[in-house]
């Protein structure tokens, strides 16, 4: 019985497969000329529309002004999230003083470590 059904299942993988000279060949990319440019990513299209004028502000700001208006205003406000996103900005992430220190520990016996 086992081996019926071992048999059963390699014939239906079998016909799954493409045909010989379709399917992949080892050391060859299968899109060999990768993703066309076309530039209509949404990072591109949101660097092209953050720099406009917003239509909505009277003072002819750009979207960018207004984020950068309205993030500091939730920092003043308290927005510990806001406060965070502009003291990365202005000064760079903050790194932990346990990034710093390398902290070894050598085993020599039962009770016996040595910190370097």
Known sequence: MRQANTTAVKQ?????KP????????GRSGNPKGRPPNGQSITALLRA????????????????????L????LAMAGNSTALKEVWERMDGKVTSELDDVVDIHVHFGADDYLLL
Do not use: C, H, N, Y
């Open 49 to 68: 529309e953050i720099e406009k004028v917003s239509p909505d502000d009277k003072d002819g700001k750009t979207w960018a002004e207004l984020i950068v």
């Open 12 to 16: 239906r993988t079998e016909q799954r």
């Open 19 to 26: 045909p010989l000279g379709r399917r992949f060949q080892k």
């Open 70 to 73: 309205a993030t500091m205003r």
